[in-house]
Nanobody
Framework: QVQLVESGGGLVQPGGSLRLSCAASGFTLDYYAIGWFRQAPGKEREGVSWVSCISTIDGSTYYADSVKGRFTISRDGAKNTLYLQMNRLKPEDTAVYYC????????????????????WGQGTQVTVSS
């Protein structure tokens, strides 16, 4: 059974840091492009927005402009776990964060469309506030 469990969220002051983890079971993370997405409060209608992705071909990483230079995505194949290091957090980063593998199309390559991703976990809440 494919399962993803996100953790590491919490309450942090602006300028602070958090590291999110995404533990996978039932499949091998290294075989898929894996993305981080987030859903901000009050934006349920818009759905999740893409944050970052790591491809499986060469480990290339991609970031939304809003987080570029502050967030770093990485993957530990031995632990079958994905990470998102978030630095210099801003109040606008407040959201529930999800990880998901790309299950449609070219599964090894990154894409920003969340419709191509699946097996969503429960997410982890990140709140940036003073």
């Amino acid at each position: 059974q494919v399962q993803l469990v996100e953790s590491g969220g919490g309450l942090v002051q602006p300028g602070g840091s958090l590291r999110l983890s995404c533990a996978a079971s039932g499949f091998t993370l290294d075989y898929y492009a894996i993305g981080w997405f987030r859903q901000a409060p009050g934006k349920e209608r818009e759905g999740v927005s893409w944050v970052s992705c790591i491809s499986t071909i060469d480990g290339s990483t991609y970031y939304a402009d809003s987080v570029k230079g502050r967030f770093t995505i990485s993957r530990d194949g031995a632990k079958n776990t994905l990470y998102l290091q978030m630095n210099r957090l801003k109040p606008e980063d407040t959201a529930v964060y999800y990880c998901a593998p790309r299950l449609r199309g070219r599964q090894t390559m990154c894409i920003t469309n969340p419709a191509d991703f699946g097996s969503w976990g429960q997410g982890t809440q990140v709140t940036v506030s003073s």
